[in-house]
């Protein structure tokens, strides 16, 4: 089969209706519809079903899309390997992060990687676990920063880099602050500004609330942007969980708010750089854990003068 009809199948898929994909293509329709007949004669399979709307793909071409999608990735990638042994130069590298670690440790080791690289482009991207392993493995990204994951799949490489503590945080003066022995008794009926949903830390409380009696939770607030949530936290009687090591650096949340003193609900998380161990990597992406693993570590040894 031909890799142009593949790529021609991705864009059928993207954007379920032959048409439109012809004209994003700059084919005329039968002469796509040609192509796609093409690889269905060629298989032996339907790969496209009709629907009220246009197309959507079969069992078949679902299974044969994943295959298109680390093909054109594999592309792109000797494309870019070609060209950067051609300039001689750095590179781009496609970073990915969690909201949390995009507050702290990547902005420092972007800021040094590009004061030793001026030739090098980054592009930065925010997303979950679920997200962002996935695009890693699918070439989609070249790094990710996240917690370490002990059950990745093989073909993943994790760099250590620090240990971040999640913590219960409150505004200064709630009236938890003011309790000498507290429990997670304590914390019943109290209300919580939560990031979103299927992120790490909001996933470990819950799971965590459960087993010590406090689930479900109450949140009225639910928003994937820190420094909202915290304005919010700093301001009303809501809870949050969040990394207290990055609250402290964001303006003047450090003041503003405190952690409870509350070691059940205290998740002391590894946080890593995770990259592909095969295929090509970018001279780009090693330089990043570099910069990273000597941003964690200057930031350790601060950590422990105080």
């Known amino acids: 089969m031909e890799f142009r009809d593949l790529v021609y199948l991705l864009e059928v898929a993207r954007s379920g209706h032959v048409g439109r994909a012809a004209e994003r293509i700059g084919l005329t329709q039968p002469a796509l519809t040609k192509c796609i007949a093409r690889l269905e004669q060629e298989l032996g399979v339907p790969l496209l079903e009709r629907t009220p709307k246009g197309v959507s ?30 300039a001689g130069r750095a590179g781009h590298l496609r970073i990915g992060t969690g909201m949390i670690l995009a507050q702290h ?17 980054l592009d930065i991207s925010s997303g979950n676990t679920d997200t962002l392993f996935p695009a890693l493995r699918n070439r989609q990204l070249d790094a990710i920063l996240v917690s370490i994951d002990p059950n990745a799949e093989p073909g993943i490489r ?31 009926g ?3 500004a939560l990031p979103g949903e299927h992120t790490l830390p909001s996933d470990w409380l819950m799971q965590r609330c459960r087993e ?10 639910r928003t994937g942007t820190l420094p909202t949530l ?22 003047d949340y450090g003041e503003r708010l405190r952690p409870l003193k509350l070691e059940s609900l205290t998740w002391r998380r590894k946080v890593g750089v995770a990259i592909r161990d ?18 964690a570590a200057a930031e350790t040894r601060e950590a422990r003068k105080h």
């Open 212 to 221: 010590v009696g406090l689930y479900p939770l109450q949140s009225p607030v």
């Open 278 to 295: 095969h295929g090509y990597i970018s001279p780009a992406v090693n330089l990043l854990v570099e910069a990273l693993e000597k941003v």
């Open 105 to 121: 440790l990547l902005p420092l080791a972007c800021e040094a990687l590009l004061k030793e690289n001026p030739g090098l482009t």
């Open 190 to 192: 109290a209300g919580w």
């Open 230 to 251: 915290l304005h919010i936290v700093a301001n009303t009687d809501l809870l949050a969980f969040q990394s207290w090591s990055t609250v402290q650096r964001i303006n």
């Open 57 to 86: 793909l079969t069992v078949y071409g679902e299974h044969l899309a994943d295959h298109a999608l680390r093909a054109r990735a594999a592309n792109q990638d000797i494309k870019r390997q070609i060209a950067e042994l051609a």
């Open 158 to 188: 994790q760099t250590f880099l620090t240990e971040d503590t999640v913590t219960v945080i409150s505004r200064r003066d709630h009236p938890l602050q003011k309790q000498r022995r507290l429990t997670p008794n304590a914390l019943t």
